[in-house]
């Protein structure tokens, strides 16, 4: 991708790779201060930048037919509202780290787009990359959450954080506030297999207001708990997380009941994940998927066909992955049992290993 992002752009003085990321557990628990479990793939987006002399941000890509270009005037981006392209994204990191002169961009990727996958946070990581340097990792993860509000999506760090901190064969556990990473080896017999369902899982219209509307749902219920504004499902003491049945609203009840036991399969996981129990890993999608679908409600028919079909392939468990309406379900397998899967999936569905996390080259 390096080459062909050079051929686009032969004067190119930087080239910045950021990862996408499958998550193995621990969904929609980020923006409610408990850990998750993903690990960086490895699919990336990728941008070259050279300084320019006309004062704008110039951002294109090299599939210009799919994704239009943008010549944005360096004196508009503060006061730019989203346009709902793809270049808001890379907007979003430019609002933080405003370019001192005129740049001209050029973005390539290999991240399946709108597969819950995460191409839209690495296209932000990469955008500030492009626009600085790394410097602290975990401080930066945290400023590029914060970026991405601006295109309207409350997400909670988990990409953001897995792409700058992601590390080869490893997943890693990530904690919030403040982002702290434990990594946890992934064992050599387990494989992470991903098939695409093929709706699209936009970040944008109804994904995105549905997101928000969990979001949102959480904090309601963690007030019914008995935290303070501000507060956040994790912060309900865990003596008083019993009382989540008492809830009298039955979604924010089933939302908080799903919250608190992700959070606890998260611990599990990891455990899982270190002793190299795979059917005990396996149980413990199975649980998310269930939670995800049932409670949460944020599965999708077609996901759950493919979450149905991997797991009579021989998969120790399946479940939807990232935001969900739509896009990806990930499984995990004996790896000599994953060509096996694949060929049960069909061919939009691939074995990802852990990859290492975003880096910043000279050209
Ligand atoms: C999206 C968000 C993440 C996380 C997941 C669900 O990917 O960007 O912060 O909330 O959904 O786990």
Known sequence: MRSRLLEALPDATVVVR????????????????????PMAIDRSIWIAAVPRAAPTLMVRSIAPEEYAAESIPLDTIASRSPRGTWVDYVVAAARRRPPEEGLELVVAGTVPAEAGLSSSSALVVAAFLALGEVGDRAALAEEARLAERYVGTLSGGMDQAIALLGL?????????????????PMPPHIAVVVAHSGVRAAKSGSAREAYNARVHECLAAARHLGVAEHGLLADVEPGRRAAVCELDDAVLRRRARYVFAEARRVEEAVQALRSGNLPVLGELLNASHRGLRDDY??????VDILVKRALAAGAAGARVVGAGFGGCM???????????LRAALGPSSWVFSPAAGAERTRA
């Open 18 to 37: 950021a990862p996408g990321r499958v998550n193995l557990i621990g969904e929609h628990t980020d923006y409610n201060g408990f850990p998750v479990l």
């Open 168 to 184: 080869p064969g490893h997943a890693l556990r990530i904690d919030f506030r403040p982002v702290r990473a434990t990594p946890v």
């Open 297 to 302: 409600e944020v599965s999708h028919p077609a």
């Open 330 to 340: 990930v499984a995990v397998c004996e790896r000599d049992r994953a060509a096996e």
